[in-house]
């Protein structure tokens, strides 16, 4: 493991542990409508990866589209143990930050949410670990 | 209310938000069941003794409670966390087209509301300030009468930085309500959240258009605002949508677009069709009215769902339409929508609608396969009980 000088974070929205394998999704989603809040598995049959499970992902995505109900379906996951370990996002999001920091508030556990820019989000590794101090590690 | 506060400060922190600011308004999209989480939630802020402390709508719930039909656990927990919300005081509004049942912020003026169609439609059209807020910010911005200070509601964000033209489409193309959520699913995918000005609309462009094109651009993209240059109310000119600054980006919506984001709506073009679904957002008593214009007093071979707002369905009610539309095979859905919750009819078939929301959420959480058309093509279809296409409508 080492520090990959060319996955710099931008900020880190919410801190955490998180370690797992990458899915990157071709196209932005909307949680609500686009995931399956009792399976965690991607539900719009006109997504490029269609029957992806978020769960337990390391979850990268440009931007998050669509429905102000994203919120409800990720606390959903994070409630019921089918949530991604992580997210990195490319752009500030209002929808599936908030659903984790409610979920935080209501017992139910966190996950990290990073934000990175578009390139670093392309050439993220397969296998990541994001850690407290804010990095973003790749098995070398 | 302690949880309320910290929620909204932490995401103020996290969205970069310099203070929290009072908000005139609120409206409630975490009201709708995806899960139990949601009911502990609101049954939390309940216990809690939460109040509203300023005037605040609800969005659909998770059940038509003039008409109850869901599973045993899901239907008591849909109905618990509606409960849950008229118990925080808020107004039993059930649509996602608040703006339509008279709740209408003033321009300029900062709200908090959620359901992305509403929020694009108080920005775009009203000229309100909101961000794309999502469940639970909305009833903790309720709760306090506050909300953080950044993004939309910060004016030098409100201008746009994309320009898109649209020379190549016809003017009659241009006063048809087809074209709207085309334009609106085509905007959503080429430009996500950068504040597009749209320039050659016709300057008296219907407000339910706008209204299409928003909820469409908002749900195949991250869009809270729009403008239409000579149309909506912060781009009486382009000088003014843009703040005098030449457009980062100018982008051509003409008929290949409009034909490529059309198709791109529809999942199946077979011959089969079991239904239309209208209504959303919300139908108005405008777009009513236009579907009985079209109806034209001839009986549906097909079922037609209309999803409304109880208070437009009491008007028309009142008018003595009700009865008379369910007899020719209208059904009502208020409260509610065909996308959030299991109102049709099973196993799925292949549904029809003038809808680019309808058309883009039906495949993922109803298994139904989606045809998009016009209004027209969608009663033709009914009426006739097959498949109908009028092609010459997208000249």
Same mark, same amino acid.
């Given at each position: ?33 686009? +995931? ?63 659903? +984790? ?11 990290? +949410? ?27 | ?118 929020? *694009? ?16 910010? #909305? ?42 959520? *085309? ?20 300057? #008296? ?57 059309? #198709? ?6 077979? #011959? ?60 009502? *859905? ?15 078939? *292949? ?45």
């Amino acid at each position: 493991m080492a520090v990959d000088p060319h996955l710099p974070v931008r900020e880190v929205l919410l801190p955490g542990d998180a370690r797992g394998r990458l899915l990157r999704l071709d196209l932005p989603i909307s949680f609500w409508g686009g +995931v399956d809040p009792v399976t965690g598995c991607i539900s719009d049959p006109r997504h490029p990866q269609f029957g992806c499970c978020v769960s337990d992902r390391i979850l990268a995505m440009e931007r998050v589209v669509g429905s102000s109900s994203g919120s409800s379906v990720m606390m959903e996951l994070l409630a019921i143990g089918k949530a991604p370990a992580g997210l990195i996002l490319a752009e500030v999001d209002a929808i599936l930050t908030l659903g +984790v920091v409610v979920a935080r508030e209501m017992g139910y556990g966190s996950i990290p +949410v990073f934000l990175v820019s578009s390139e670093t989000l392309g050439s993220l590794p397969t296998e990541i670990l994001m850690t407290e101090g804010g990095e973003i590690l790749a098995k070398s | 209310m302690q949880m309320a506060t910290r929620i909204l400060f932490d995401m103020g922190r996290i969205l970069g938000a310099d203070r929290l600011i009072p908000v005139a308004s609120a409206h409630i999209d975490g009201c709708l069941y995806h899960g139990d989480s949601g009911v502990d939630f609101a049954e939390l802020l309940v216990r809690g003794g939460g109040r509203v402390c300023v005037p605040t709508t609800l969005n659909v719930g998770g059940i038509d409670l003039l008409r109850p039909e869901y599973p045993a656990h899901q239907r008591d927990m849909a109905l618990r966390l509606m409960k849950a919300y008229i118990a925080l005081g808020c107004n039993q509004t059930w649509t996602c087209a608040p703006y339509q049942d008279g709740y209408r912020p003033q321009t300029g003026e900062d709200v908090a509301w959620a359901e992305s169609n509403a929020v *694009v439609f108080a920005n775009s059209v009203l000229g309100a300030h909101t961000n794309r807020y999502g469940d639970f910010l #909305d009833i903790c911005a309720a709760l306090t009468g506050r909300a953080p200070h950044y993004g939309l509601h910060v004016p030098e964000n409100r201008k746009a930085t994309v320009l898109i033209r649209t020379d190549g489409i016809s003017e009659r193309l241009k006063r048809q309500s087809v074209l709207y959520p *085309v334009l609106g699913a085509w905007l959503g995918r080429a430009v996500g959240s950068s504040i597009a000005a749209i320039q050659g609309l016709p300057s #008296d462009t219907p407000e339910e258009y706008l209204k299409a094109l928003g909820a469409s651009a908002a749900s195949a993209g991250a869009v809270g605002l729009f403008h239409v240059i000579g149309v909506t109310p912060e781009a009486h000119t382009m000088e003014e949508a843009f703040a005098g600054i030449a457009p980062a980006v100018t982008l051509e919506f003409g008929s290949d677009e409009v034909r490529s984001t059309r #198709d791109s709506l529809s999942n199946t073009d077979g #011959d089969t069709m079991n239904l239309i679904a209208l209504g959303s957002p919300h139908y108005s008593l405008q777009e009513i009215d236009r579907f009985e214009e079209l109806r034209a007093d001839r009986e549906l071979k097909l079922p037609v769902y209309i999803c409304l707002s109880r208070l437009v369905w009491a008007i028309l009610d009142a008018r003595g339409q009700t009865a008379q539309m369910e007899a020719s095979g209208v059904r009502f *859905v208020t409260d509610t929508c065909v996308v959030v919750t299991p109102i049709l009819p099973q196993p799925p078939g *292949v549904l029809m609608t003038d809808s680019g929301k309808f058309a883009h959420y039906t495949p993922g959480n109803t298994s139904y396969g989606v045809r998009f058309g016009s209004t027209s093509e969608c009663v033709e279809t009914a009426v006739l009980g097959r498949v109908v296409c009028d092609n010459g409508a997208w000249q």
